[in-house]
């Protein structure tokens, strides 16, 4: 078998924040995983909770995002 090279990879550059990494980093929390449902607040708290008391914060904090 003969492996011809036809093109090069493309170049890593630097990172450049968008629109949506600054909404998540203003949200006042974020769902990182569900089931269990699973959320990391603002000051680095992170916290289990059931599907009562998400939709209880949700109502609470409408600034919040999903992170997946």
Do not use: C
Not at 19 to 45: C, N
């Amino acid at each position: 078998m003969i492996v011809t090279k036809t093109q090069t990879h493309q170049e890593v550059g630097e990172y450049r924040p968008t629109f949506l990494d600054q909404e998540k980093q203003e949200a006042d929390f974020r769902l990182m995983q569900v089931s269990p449902y699973y959320i990391r607040w603002k000051d680095g708290r992170e916290e289990i909770v059931n599907s009562q008391k998400l939709k209880k914060l949700q109502k609470e904090h409408p600034n919040w995002m999903p992170d997946f």
